[in-house]
DNA sequence: CTTGAATTTAACTGATAGGTTATTTAACTA
DNA sequence: TAGTTAAATAACCTATCAGTTAAATTCAAG
């Protein structure tokens, strides 16, 4: 599985988006970050160890506390995918492309 | 299940992301698309109906053939969340937000 | 109206995801 | 050394996913 496979996978799920969210506005522990959650301890520290191996965040240890925040590195790879094809569907030159799709000049093979 | 929950976990998977490559080059059919993969027609018919369940193409019906095009409708809304919190991991203010949390002024409660 | 081609749907399988509760680990504190 | 707190791991359950092969659908063409 490749790094993009994991960072979008992390993104499909709405709660870890929103601790995405939380972490936006700046660090926090785990405790923290599962305070207005209404699902159980080990589903968040689950959701972390996701968003960890996406890359998408880091943790430092601080005594008994782990320490989350965004990890800019993995959020811009997530990112470059599909700014590659920002090109392709914004612009005249998008709608240029799909309308010598829609209709070709000449209705030869295809 | 939200938009942006479909448009992800369409993007997760690393054929349909391939598909998508091939549709930026141009639209295409179900046989066109299948072609190069090494998996069984249903397996890309199914991909096909979880990227357009995700908005990400669309498809018109041309006898019995149906056509692919990418859409960038869905493919917009799936890049505005991650632009979204853009500001927050690239670029000067980034660091100094994340310099801040690190060492706060007052070594107060926490 | 039968045949053939493009595609989807059905039925099944094995793997993975997200949740639970119970247990364990690790670090702080009296 | 206990006892307490923060968090992870284990074991389990159910649902969903990605793939398969076989059957059904839909349309074009004789």
Do not use: C
């Not at 320490?67 to 470059?80: D, I, K």
């Not at 030159?93 to 010598?100: E, F, Q, S, T």
């Amino acid at each position: 599985m490749n790094s993009l496979d994991t960072a979008y996978a992390a993104l499909a799920d709405p709660t870890r988006r929103a601790i995405l969210s939380r972490l936006a506005l700046g660090q926090a522990t785990v405790g923290e970050i599962a305070e207005p959650f209404p699902i159980s301890g080990p589903a968040i520290s689950r959701h972390l160890k996701v968003l960890e191996e996406a890359r998408l965040v880091t943790r430092t240890r601080r005594g008994q506390s782990h320490v989350l925040r965004l990890n800019p590195e993995g959020l811009r790879s997530a990112q470059e995918w599909l700014d590659h094809y920002r090109a392709f569907w914004t612009g005249a030159l998008d709608r240029l492309a799909d309308h010598l799709e829609r209709n070709p000049h000449k209705p030869g093979k295809e």
